[in-house]
């Protein structure tokens, strides 16, 4: 029998709107949102908090790796689980919207103050910054086969940063609408 399944805060999920949803490689589903997080394991969700190293905050994206890793970004940070200790372990105070690893293996985020970089850098002039993208924010990253970034912005349309080989690509194209998206708000 098919049904459909109202989860609320009386069933442990968070209170407010969900703003990310993922399963993890084990088969958890993981809920962010303006409540904080919660797991959805062995039939019922748990909220998670201080006692999983998890400070209240809005969780804004919830990132997995193949490897079975899984990331949170929030208001205050950007966190990575560690299922051994089964908690969070605090990695930067940025404030991420979406986050990619490479195949170098670091970590490209996007955030509301610089629209792209590698994370844990100081903003730089090496790296695509609010001025140089005249105030749009990031909001999505991809990186393409080819090891290209693809940022979605809100107001700036798509940006396109082709893959040099160096530390971070630092020539981009932008597409807008006047270029035949439907909007300059990219959202993913």
Not at 86 to 106: C, I
């Amino acid at each position: 029998k098919h049904g459909v399944t109202a989860y609320g805060m009386s069933d442990g999920l968070i209170d407010g709107y969900i703003l990310a949803l993922t399963e993890d490689q084990s088969g958890t589903i993981w809920a962010g949102g303006y409540g904080g997080l919660a797991r959805f394991r062995d039939g019922r969700w748990q909220r998670i908090g201080l006692a999983q190293g998890l400070p209240a905050a809005t969780v804004q994206m919830i990132w997995t790796v193949r490897s079975g890793g899984l990331w949170i970004g929030s208001t205050v940070g950007v966190y990575q689980w560690v299922p051994t200790e089964d908690r969070f372990e605090f990695v930067a105070p940025n404030v991420v919207r979406d986050l990619v690893k490479d195949a170098s293996g670091a970590i490209w985020v996007t955030d509301n103050e610089v629209v792209f970089r590698r994370l844990g850098d100081v903003p730089s002039v090496s790296q695509l910054s609010v001025s140089d993208t005249a105030g749009g924010i990031g909001r999505d990253l991809l990186i393409d086969r080819q090891g290209n970034f693809w940022i979605g912005s809100g107001g700036q349309g798509l940006i396109f940063l082709r893959k040099d080989g160096g530390e971070a690509p630092k020539a981009f194209q932008r597409f807008r609408r006047r270029d035949g998206l439907g909007h300059d708000q990219i959202r993913t």
